[in-house]
């Protein structure tokens, strides 16, 4: 829990409660959102993705390799110089639960320790062993051992920080009741990333936040598609420069096998839609610009409104995309962000195909989450959007 055990010696009421709970952090922003975050005792700070799709946190686990062999990861974290690292016994129930959770694989390994595996739907995987270890914000503000994966193979040089709803996500384990974060604009300037803002508690700006409400999923309808732990909302529509695309409101939502469901995931770089939603988001483009579009040509397997022309002026043909939500909330993206920069001079659409992923959702990516506030309030189940300035707020 982040308290008084986010754990605060000073005596400030404020502390004293998850919901009175604050933290800034900066957040770094490149395909991903990247925070850095110090863990053990002492701290030592890990470089971590910030994932609401995803429940486990894991960081890159390895002792400080002795001079002549190979040098771990830079940002590895060493077990033996924290005094509050602990590693989860087979014997620990998450080892050996009584019914299988299929969403976090664990096995005893030869040691008689807790070790996991973990595949993501982008074809990265870590795994390791669990294990407790603590978050020290600072002297005063601390949490509790917290159950996480300490990653000996992963497919990437940087840890993650699950915050879905799962009982293992971070969000979870330590009892925050709110947390936002403010994704910057892409630079084009190479050699620096620009930098937003993470914050653990309330938010001084949420009071100009349009909010929608989360989705919830009880035990009785689960269905196999169906991801419960994710941040489901109601999406009603997509307009393209200025046109309503004939698309039914039923098709952003969870059908009777789960398909459909409409989530905000800030660990996809980029969004994601269902066919009936994406082939008509391919036809308007082609309608404005097809004859200026790549042939046979997709980036990542996944995206294939991609052009090799001058991107400003693409841009401006398509026009502002607008994602439409319950009671009116909408994530507007300007003509000049509808297009990507993927490298070679190639510039795409941020949309993918979910079948091509092998995803049965819709899911909103952090390319289309830059420059606003998205805040996922946990307390009261709703999520929060608001226009911002993130390079300059996180000043």
């Not at 700070?45 to 429940?55: A, E, K, P, R």
């Not at 990861?73 to 129930?93: E, K, M, N, Q, W």
Request: aromatic fraction near 10%; glycine fraction near 10%; charged fraction near 20%.
């Amino acid at each position: 829990m982040l308290y008084g055990s986010l754990i605060s010696t000073r005596r400030n009421p404020k502390l004293r409660t998850p919901s009175g709970y604050n933290y800034k952090l900066s957040v770094k922003y490149s395909m991903a959102l990247i925070v850095a975050l110090p863990i053990g005792t002492p701290p030592q700070l890990q470089q971590m993705v910030l994932d609401t799709g995803s429940q486990l946190s894991w960081i890159q686990c390895h002792k400080k390799a002795p001079p002549k062999k190979m040098p771990p990861p830079t940002a590895s974290f060493d077990p033996s110089l924290s005094s509050t690292f602990s590693i989860l016994p087979c014997t620990h129930p998450l080892c050996k639960p009584r019914i299988p959770d299929f969403t976090l694989p664990t096995s005893c390994d030869q040691n008689r320790l807790c070790h996991y595996s973990y595949f993501y739907a982008d074809g990265t995987y870590a795994e390791g062993n669990l294990v407790r270890e603590k978050f020290t914000f600072s002297r005063s503000v601390f949490t509790p051992p917290l159950i996480l994966g300490c990653a000996t193979e992963s497919s990437d040089a940087r840890g993650i920080l699950g915050m879905n709803l799962g009982r293992l996500s971070f969000a979870s384990q330590s009892k925050i009741t709110k947390f936002s974060y403010c994704v910057p604009t892409r630079q084009a300037r190479p050699g620096s990333l620009p930098t937003g803002s993470f914050y653990l508690g309330n938010n001084p700006s949420s009071s100009g936040f349009q909010y929608v409400g989360m989705l919830n999923f009880p035990q009785s309808q689960r269905m196999p598609n169906l991801d419960p732990l994710a941040y489901t909302v109601s999406m009603q529509g997509i307009r393209i420069g200025g046109r309503r695309l004939g698309i039914s409101p039923a098709v952003f939502r969870a059908d009777a096998g789960g398909s459909g469901q409409t989530m905000i995931d800030s660990g996809s770089e980029f969004t994601y839609l269902v066919n009936e939603a994406y082939n008509k988001v391919r036809e308007e483009v082609v309608r404005v610009v097809g004859p200026r579009m790549k042939k046979d040509y997709v980036y990542g397997g996944v995206a294939d409104m991609c052009f090799d022309g001058n991107a400003i002026q693409i841009g401006r043909l398509i026009g502002e995309m607008v994602f439409e939500f319950e009671k009116g909330v909408e994530i507007v993206i300007p003509r000049e962000r509808v297009l990507a920069d993927v490298g070679g001079g190639v510039h795409c659409v941020g949309i993918g195909s979910s079948d091509k992923l092998g995803a049965a959702s819709n899911i909103i990516g952090n390319f289309h989450q830059q420059n606003m506030w998205v805040e996922f309030d946990l307390a009261n189940r709703r999520l929060g959007f608001g226009k911002a300035d993130c390079s300059r707020l996180a000043k």
